[in-house]
């Protein structure tokens, strides 16, 4: 081998390895977080800004399942990654809107004892 085919063979097996490294797999794990996520924010029936966030995390989604498709994983990976956190949120808000309404249900429920009390010492 000559010195110019030595290069040659070095600059190829450098490209090489080098494609294989920045190879990138299909982000199926950050799809399927996503996915499980949302269906887990679904199932508290979200209202108000839970239900807001939980649209966006379908829309992130959306555009992640698109983005892999056309074979850009790591756009669809960052994607996944922001549905998961949207579907977190809108779990989140969700949880905090039905522990206010058990809240105000019990200090509703808590007047009216009182009340009842009031009454029935009075007599």
């Known amino acids: 081998m000559t010195l110019s085919t030595l290069k040659i063979h070095t600059v190829f097996l450098f490209l090489l390895v080098s494609t ?10 950050e799809l399927s ?3 499980t996520a949302i269906v ?4 508290l029936s979200p209202r108000g800004t839970a239900a807001q966030s939980l ?9 992640a399942q698109a983005l892999s498709e056309k074979r850009k994983y790591r756009d669809a990976a960052d994607r996944a990654r922001r549905a998961t956190v949207m579907a977190e949120l809108a779990k989140a808000q969700a949880e905090l809107a039905n522990a206010r309404l058990s809240v105000d249900e019990k200090s509703a429920r808590n007047a009216d004892l009182r ?9």
């Open 55 to 63: 649209e966006a995390a379908r829309s992130q989604l959306a555009s």
């Open 115 to 123: 009340r009842q009390l009031l009454i029935n010492t009075e007599r």
């Open 40 to 43: 887990q924010a679904e199932r």
């Open 20 to 29: 294989t490294v920045w190879a990138v797999e299909p982000p199926v794990t």
């Open 33 to 35: 977080a996503a996915q």
